[in-house]
C-alpha cells in the first residue's frame, strides 16, 4: 500500500504533520509485516494502531489446531480442556475453530502430566483458576506501567507502537522465571508454618478449618474522597496503599489480597498480625498527603483456606471490627488481647454488637508498648 492507499481507506483524515508522516511511517511498517487494509482500517477506527505491533509479537506462531486436535495431541479430553479454558478467563472457541498453536499444546501436554501423577481434574481446574486472575492483573498491572513509561507528549505512534512491541518482547520471556522463584519463595514460607495434624494423618485429608488470626485494614473516608478528587490521584492512593501493606506483612504474617480500599492480612500467630496492624497505621500516618488515615481490625478463629483466600468467622469479625475503629488505630477481640497482653498497651473500647455475630463483643485498642526507662 502507499500513501494515496492510505488516504483512500481514510487512515490519513483528521492529521496535520507532523503526525500524518509518522502515521504513514507506521502504516507501511505494518503493511510490511503482513497486516491488512482491513485491518489498518479497524485498528485505526479503534484507536490502537500503535498496538498492532505489540500483536504481532504475541502472534509469532500460526494458529494450527482446533479444540478437538488440540485434545487428541496432548491426551486430554476435550470438555476438560474446555473447562481449563474457561478457568483461566479466556473467550469460548467454537468446535471447529483453528486457533491453538504450539505453545498452547505445550501447556496442555503439561497438564496432562499433572493428571497422569495423580492431581485430579478438579484440582487443576481450581489451579487454573487462581493462575487466571493472577496473570489477569498481573496483565493489567503490566499494561498499565508500560503505558506510563512508554507516553510521553509528543510522542509520534509509529515510535510508541516500536516502544511497545520492543518492552513486550524483552519482558515477557523475563517474567517465566521470575514467576517460578517468587512461588518458590511463598512456598517456602507458608510450609515454614504449616503442620500437618494427627487426624489429618489418620484420616489421609487435611482439616478444612485452621485457627488463625485475620486483620483487615481500610482507608477512611476512600469513597468520599474518590468524589473529591481525579481519578488519576485516587488510583495513587490505592498503589501506596498496596505497597504499605506489602511492607508491613512480613512472615508469618501473609496480605491475602487488597479488596479495593482496604487489605486482608492472616498470620498462624496473634503478635505478628497486631504488629503488623500498628505498622500500618504507622505508615499510612507518614504517607498522610497522599493517604487518608487507616482503621484496623482484628479478630482470630477456625477459617478455611481456599484457593489462597480465607473464609469463615474471624474472617466476618474482623471486617465488623474494623468498621468501628477509630482512624489510625488498631481494634481487637478480647480473645486476640488476652492472646498477645503482654506484648502491647492497651485500652478498653467497650463492647458492640455486630450483624451475625451472638452476643456482645468486648474490643481493645492496641498500641505500642513504651519503652521502660532505664532505673536511675
Known sequence: MDTEDFESAGLLEGLDEPAREARIELLRDLAEQGFTPDELVEAARDQRLALLPVDRVFDREGAKYTPAELAERSGLDVDFLRRLW??????????????????????????????????????????????????????????????????????????????????AEQLVPMLAPLRGYILDVHLREQVKTDIVSQAELQTGRLEGARHVTVCFADLVGFTRLGERVPPAELSHAGRRLTEVAV???????????????????????????????????????????????????????????????????????????????????????????????DSFAWSYAGKKRFRGVSGEVALYRARPKEPVSPAK
Open 86 to 167: 474457561r478457568a483461566l478467563g479466556m473467550a469460548e472457541v467454537e468446535d471447529d475453530e483453528v486457533a491453538f498453536g504450539e505453545a498452547d499444546l505445550e501447556a496442555a501436554t503439561t497438564v496432562a502430566q499433572f493428571n497422569a501423577v495423580g492431581l485430579p481434574e478438579d484440582a487443576l481446574v481450581l489451579v487454573s483458576q487462581v493462575l487466571g486472575q493472577e496473570s489477569a492483573r498481573l496483565a493489567e498491572t503490566l499494561r498499565e506501567i508500560t503505558a506510563e513509561a512508554m507516553l510521553e507528549a509528543g510522542i509520534s505512534e509509529r515510535t510508541l507502537g516500536l516502544r511497545f512491541a520492543q518492552a
Open 247 to 341: 511492607e508491613a506483612a512480613r512472615p508469618p504474617v501473609r496480605l491475602v489480597k487488597m479488596v479495593g480500599d482496604g487489605a486482608l492480612l492472616v498470620s498462624p500467630e496473634p503478635e505478628p498480625l497486631v504488629e503488623a496492624g500498628l505498622e500500618l497505621c504507622r505508615l499510612a500516618e507518614s504517607h498522610d498527603d497522599e493517604l487518608p488515615p487507616l482503621r484496623v481490625g482484628l479478630a482470630d478463629g477456625p477459617a478455611i483456606p481456599q484457593s489462597g483466600d480465607w473464609f469463615g468467622a474471624p474472617v466476618n469479625l474482623a471486617s465488623r471490627v474494623t468498621e468501628v475503629a477509630r482512624p489510625g488505630s488498631v481494634l481487637v477481640t478480647r480473645a486476640v488481647r488476652d492472646a498477645v497482653h
